[in-house]
């Protein structure tokens, strides 16, 4: 057993506070029906809450930053993924994103190469090829001073550019077929997710069948892919080649395809649909927000405007990036983060069992008002201002924490400038429903309807 730091955390065994609910169960099942009130509800009940059951497992929710981190960096045989045992882990096959242990710790080590900083201007230049598209668009619409779907050009445009990121060209039709299922495979994880006694993954039930065939024809185009990559190699290297050359530290040797398709996988809906999510908030408030789009504007004003952006530009646009940063902290796509109890841990004071379940709910921590001044105000300027209260890290954590922090963030960022920056100087976009959003918490923090903008020239 281990002993967590754990600040002014109570001795001995006391209970975690628990959400009202039936004996035993406790109220988890209440979290099925609107998770982002029910986490925020059980935010406010002490460090850690106890949430209750779901089958043989207990939800414990962490609260407190210093616990956060404590799990979020717990030595590997206390506290681990859930992943692995659920659809991600049957969708995306042995990857970093599911692995555990030793293989993920050398698995992370040998793709680490692959996103360090110096391969950006690469991907940059692969993803700035895509927005052409969009702007061209686009430009139609705004001189006839019409409205654009943003959600809908957003998930084409940031799928355009992870696939073309990743192999240095277009393949519409694969990434058709990409799209197609995952869609699938993560609302059937949703499906999944909540249920109290769902029959196992093997079980054939149509939807376990559809799921596992779905997987199969996936897997199979990407093989292919990877094959013709092998035969011609494209002019541009893209990630995949960047993996290729992965190479294992001790033997030299290379990936085997089995490998290369887990991590082709993975950063594919890793890198697409989060960007979408950050992206499509990141225009909802720019729109509801006309003073912070024009700060943002004059920046981007500050860049020569007689050429498209180069990757160096993106250095210098500081706003931008504070901009996107709090879009996040305000809706975070990974909206809810979990781990496992390995073996009997103790959190805060608390004993918790082996297979207990610990959700740390970025959404919740970030919208604090003990670790934020005005949570809910829209304030890209709090990140650059010392006298707010933005001082523990961990409760600001849209890419994760510790060791298993978002590999891609450095990538992500770079996609956000870059569509902020080139769609930013060129339109002006705005709101044309004004009333709240709503959120629809699935596997991504998505906003519930379509975002429409009115678009017009600058
Ligand atoms: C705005 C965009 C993004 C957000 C908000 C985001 C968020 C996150 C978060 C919260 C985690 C940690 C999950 C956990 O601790 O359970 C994570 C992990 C990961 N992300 Fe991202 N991500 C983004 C973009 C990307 C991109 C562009 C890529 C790749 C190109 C990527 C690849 C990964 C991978 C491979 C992991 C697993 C790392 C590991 O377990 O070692 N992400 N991401």
Redesign the pocket.
Known sequence: MTEAAAPAAPAGRARPAAMPGLPYFGGIVRMRKDPIAYLGEASRQGPVVRLGRLGRRSFYQVNDPDLVRSV?TAPRADVG?T?TSDVLGALFGE???TMQDEA?RKR?DE?QPA?RTSNLPELFDSAAGEIALTVARFEPIADARGSVDCSAAMLDLLQRM?VR?MFGVAVPETAEQLTRAFDYGLEYRQRRRWALAGLPRWFPTPANRMFDEGVARLNASIAEIIEDYRAKPPERAG?LKMLMECRDEETGAGWTDDELLAEVK??FV???L??T??ATWLFDLLGRHPEIAARVEAELDSLPSDRPLVYDDLHALEYVEDTILEA?RLF???WL???RVRRTFTLGGHRLRRNAVLLVS?YALHRDPAHWNEPDRFDPGRFRDSTHGEAHKAAF?????????????G???M??KLVVATLLRRFRFTLTDTAPAKLQPVSFLRRAEPLVLAIAPR
């Open positions: 979020m993924m992943r990857s970093v994103f993920w992370r793709l996103f992870i990121m990630l993975t950063t890793a890198g697409w989060t960007t999510t950050a996040m975070p796509p990974g983060l979990s781990r970025p954590l849209p890419f994760g924490y510790g060791p298993r922090v978002c590999i891609g963030r990538v992500a960022m996609e956000l």
